[in-house]
């Protein structure tokens, strides 16, 4: 370039700079903004923020800091010393002083008493599964009073969260409870220790007495024995999968497997599923939730094909507060008068042979299933069996209902056994024309046998078939004594002539051998 007046520029020097004005370099610093009631200085013209100032110190927030957002120790939460008397101030400081806060500001004591409650407020955690409110308070009552007690549970499962708060009716009385290092409770050591949060956690449900039954389920099912990992489920809608039945109790345990027996391809005729835990813990999270909803609709669960085969079918009419003496057969006669009867039971358990003071009758047909209802309803669910009153009806109350939930498969398979067993295990057979001929003159005598509960199949038959023709064929009257759920062998009394009386047990003896013979037959493989 030939311009005069062109120089070349240096980039590294400010003073060749285009955009540089040296008169900044000696000029005053800028006054600060004027922080107005919002930390900044707005504009006359347009009444912006024209000020940059934070509300707070740059960095991270403090958790406590009211300007960042955080509670901290507002006006609602905190109590002032100068508000409190001196009788309230006094007690505060002894309790604070009793319980290791003698050397804290007046402000620390005072926090720390509001989120106790006048440190009567504890923390316990680490609680077992089965632990409840009820549990809570009946330890906890061994040192005095307990004004509140709430176990966290979650809102849609009903599971506890493993902790809880307990707030005592004095200090003193908390004291005496934090003084003592270990505290077991339901089999398994807790924390427990000063609440350290000033949130209000009494919980006050919308319906108490619905809260009250939800606490006793829990602890009804912490009690039980479960042995097996296996849940029946039903009745299931159509669309429903065993993917969806996993996913479902998926978030009470971890599950095995899960299956869903269609209505085509069983004897119910309805729709039902199956989940295998991987634990027996799961079971009794399931059954702490009193109600389970699958696609929308309302389940039942049971821990045996039994429970749920007979609360599925239609034909059943239910009786509960039966007496100890009525058994099977006698509400097998009584509810003959309404139609056919196909099962009758007084439920029991088939190891030690414990009534459970209720039991089922099913029909063959249905209208005598309607007929028996409609009796109920007329009579009040009354009846009346050998001068024992009980009732019956189409549902079961609901803590039996449980009751029949509670069974498992081990003694579920044993019921279904000898519901379908058509062998009677009593009973009497023969004593016709010919018997009555041969022991005329007195030359009848009885002869009592013991026979193998396993072989009564081979000697009774099915409905007595074989052991009233051996009765008849015999001359004899034969008689089989109910055997005790214990017994490992039944009683025969045979009645007849001395000779007629051999001959009858010549016969049971072939019988038997015939069996026996058969069971050892070689098996060949082609």
Not at 48 to 74: F, I, V
Not at 216 to 244: A, T
Not at 375 to 398: C, D, H, I, W
Not at 470 to 481: G, N, Y
Request: proline share 6%; with cysteine.
């Amino acid at each position: 370039m030939t311009d005069k007046n062109y120089r070349e520029q240096d980039p590294m020097n400010p003073e060749q700079d285009l955009y540089w004005d040296p008169s900044l370099v000696h000029a005053p610093p800028p006054p600060p903004p004027d922080r107005g009631e919002f930390g900044g200085k707005r504009s006359k013209d347009s009444g912006m923020t024209m000020g940059t100032t934070l509300k707070r110190p740059a960095g991270p927030a403090n958790p406590k800091d009211r300007r960042a957002g955080g509670p901290g120790p507002s006006s609602n939460t905190m109590v002032e010393p100068q508000s409190m008397s001196e009788p309230e101030l006094k007690r505060m400081r002894q309790a604070a002083a009793t319980f290791g806060y003698s050397n804290s500001n007046p402000g620390e004591q005072i926090r720390v008493g509001t989120a106790t409650e006048g440190f009567r407020k504890m923390y316990v955690g680490a609680l077992d599964m089965t632990t409840t409110e009820k549990s809570l308070v009946d330890y906890f009552s061994r040192w005095g009073e307990v004004a509140s007690c709430q176990v966290i549970r979650d809102s849609n499962t009903g599971i506890t969260k493993g902790f809880g708060f307990v707030t005592m009716a004095s200090a003193d009385t908390c004291a005496k409870i934090l003084s003592q290092a270990v505290h077991i409770v339901d089999n398994r050591t807790i924390r427990v220790s000063l609440t350290q949060t000033s949130q209000n956690q009494n919980y006050k449900p919308k319906n108490p007495k619905h809260y009250e039954e939800t606490i006793e389920l829990i602890h009804e099912v912490g009690k039980i024995d479960v042995r097996e990992g296996k849940i029946y489920v039903g009745q299931l809608p159509d669309n429903v999968s065993p993917n969806i039945l996993a996913d479902h109790f998926s978030q009470y345990g971890i599950v095995n497997t899960s299956n869903v027996s269609r209505a085509v391809h069983n004897t119910m005729k309805k729709n039902f599923g199956f989940v295998n835990f991987k634990e027996t813990m799961a079971i009794k999270r399931v059954l702490q939730n009193p109600k389970h909803f699958i696609n929308g609709k309302q389940v039942d669960i049971t821990l045996s094909k039994f429970g749920m085969e007979t609360l599925l079918s239609d034909s059943i009419v239910w009786l509960w507060g039966l007496d100890w003496s009525i058994n099977s057969e006698d509400v097998h006669k009584y509810f003959q008068q309404y139609g056919a009867v196909y099962h009758a039971m007084h439920i029991h358990n088939p190891v030690n042979g414990e009534k459970r003071g209720y039991g089922f009758v099913d029909f063959v047909d249905e209208n005598a299933t309607k007929k028996a209802l409609g009796a109920a309803q007329a009579s009040r669910n009354k009846f009346e069996v050998k001068g024992q009153r009980g009732y019956f009806g189409k549902y079961l109350p609901s803590k039996v209902k449980r009751d029949l939930m509670y069974i498992e498969d081990r003694f579920g398979n044993l019921l279904l056994k000898e519901m379908y067993n058509k062998v009677p295990d009593s009973g009497n057979w023969g004593g016709g024309r010919d018997h009555n001929e041969s022991v005329k003159g007195g030359n009848g005598r009885t002869i009592t046998c013991k026979l193998p509960k396993q072989m009564l199949p081979v000697v009774v038959g099915e409905d007595g078939k074989v052991v009233a023709d051996i009765a008849r064929d015999s001359k004899t009257k034969i008689t089989l004594i109910k055997a005790g759920p214990q017994d490992q062998a039944c009683m025969f009394h045979i009645y007849g002539t001395e000779q007629n009386c051999k001959t009858a047990q010549y016969i049971m003896q072939i019988k038997i051998k015939e069996r026996v013979q058969k069971g050892n037959e070689p098996r060949y493989s082609r």
